[in-house]
């Protein structure tokens, strides 16, 4: 039986898999490196479109060079604007997946992280802009250099969203030292 690292983003690759079928739109708030994206991709397939946001160049870059090596650039649209402004570049009730991954670039500059404000404006825009059945991802990640003021902050906000229209499931690594990095996902069901 082959050994699984079960990191986050794995684990969130798992759970929303099931929620993405080819043709689908989705979208990439945190672009990073562009393992989301490229992820992403995969699902919508050929007649599929991923739109990915992310706030720095560095990031927009390195995840064009990954998704261009595996042939998705046409699948994809790389938006260099914050993700708060989600619904200024897709229509209300229209996607399948959202995929956060929280906190900083890896290998970019520590001090550029999300922040709350802009979190819960993207989260509540993406929201509006998911479909019946679609799913939210958030990879929450605090301490070190995050610190824990967007945790802190946005568990509350998920907490109060109207029951009727979502589920909420987070999950946690229960036995992991160090502050581990929380999933959450959202599925809207009206």
Known sequence: MEHKRYQITQWCHNFI????????ICVDATVGGGNDTKFLCELVGETGTVIGFDIQKEAIKKAEEKLKSHHFLKRTKLILDGHEHIANYVSPNSVSCIVFNLGYFPGGDHKITTQLATTIQAVSNGLDCLKVGGIMSLCIYSGGDSGFEEKEGLLPFLQQ??????????????????????????????
């Open 17 to 24: 898999k099931d929620y993405v079928q080819e043709g689908d």
């Open 161 to 190: 969203l109207d029951s009727k229209k979502y589920i909420v499931i987070m999950s946690q690594y229960y036995n992991r030292p160090n502050n581990p990095p929380i999933p959450v996902f959202i599925i809207k069901i009206k």
